[in-house]
């Protein structure tokens, strides 16, 4: 039976392996699948520790900007004595400018950004989402603490449905401020990647630099078969 979207949200109990239904109050986004965002598991800020963002989406007619951000603030103790004590908040971030929606985009979480990438900005043909001709070769990332958008430069073939991750190495500060991008699909016809997704080809992106001045946001390409550093100011980088 299709009942279509429902806009609910439930949480796991990893210890006692049962899902609950959490207790929303606020005004919701409406339903959707396909949006940018998460949480970062890295956040130690108790104040942000149970907050998700999520980014655009699709609901199967319209495409949301993924300038319309949302926070989702969970709160409460979830046991199997507890089951129904988890409650949630939604609310909806201010943003600086207005970007276009997408699907087929990949995302991630870092700190408070969300990260975009990808996608196509339309859905008026599945043809051309299946075979990748309407990707976007570009990147967003917004800070939900503030408002701002920003762009790193693209430097790898537009593509639907890359994975997006942050690098959880804890080695660097400057790691915390980077994501890779690999896999994905994109039309041959239209891009040359050098073979690099058929190598294993990873894209590393610092978002670190979020100033005004957008040369500061580096975006690298690295494969398995070539393995390259990332280069700063003061040290030079290699994940590959």
């Known amino acids: 039976m299709n009942i279509g979207l429902q806009p609910f949200l439930q949480e796991f109990d990893y210890t006692s392996s049962f899902w609950s239904i959490v207790n929303v109050s606020g005004t919701a986004p409406s339903a959707r699948w396909g949006a940018a965002g998460g ?3 890295r956040v130690t800020n108790n104040a942000l520790t149970n907050t998700l963002y999520m980014a655009g989406g699709f609901d199967g007619k319209m495409i949301y900007d993924l300038s319309e951000v949302w926070a989702f603030d969970i709160a409460g103790t979830l046991s199997s004595n507890l089951p129904n004590q988890t409650t949630g908040t939604w609310s909806q971030k201010s943003i600086s ?3 276009a929606g997408r699907v087929g985009i990949g995302g991630t979480v870092l700190g408070q950004k969300i990260v975009a990438v990808g ?3 339309s859905a008026s043909s599945s043809q ?6 309407c990707a976007v070769q570009d990147a967003q990332v917004i800070d939900t603490s503030n408002g701002g958008i920003l762009a790193p430069k693209p430097c790898l073939a537009a593509r639907i449905d890359p994975v997006v991750v942050p690098n959880m190495n804890s ?8 994501v890779f991008v690999l896999l994905g699909t994109f039309n041959s016809t239209l891009w040359n990647d050098g073979g690099g997704l058929k190598d294993g080809e990873v894209v590393g992106v610092i978002t670190s630099r979020l100033s ?3 040369s500061n946001l580096l975006c690298r390409r690295c494969s398995t078969q070539d393995p390259v550093g990332l280069c700063l100011p003061s040290r030079c980088l290699q994940w590959c």
Do not use: E, K, M, W
């Not at 051309?128 to 001709?133: E, M, N, Q, V, Y």
């Not at 080695?171 to 980077?178: A, T």
């Open 39 to 41: 949480i970062d598991p």
């Open 119 to 121: 996608g196509c900005t």
């Open 128 to 133: 051309a989402i299946l075979d990748a001709s």
């Open 171 to 178: 080695g660097s500060s400057v790691f915390g401020d980077q």
């Open 212 to 214: 005004h001045d957008r």
């Open 97 to 99: 400018n207005t970007i």
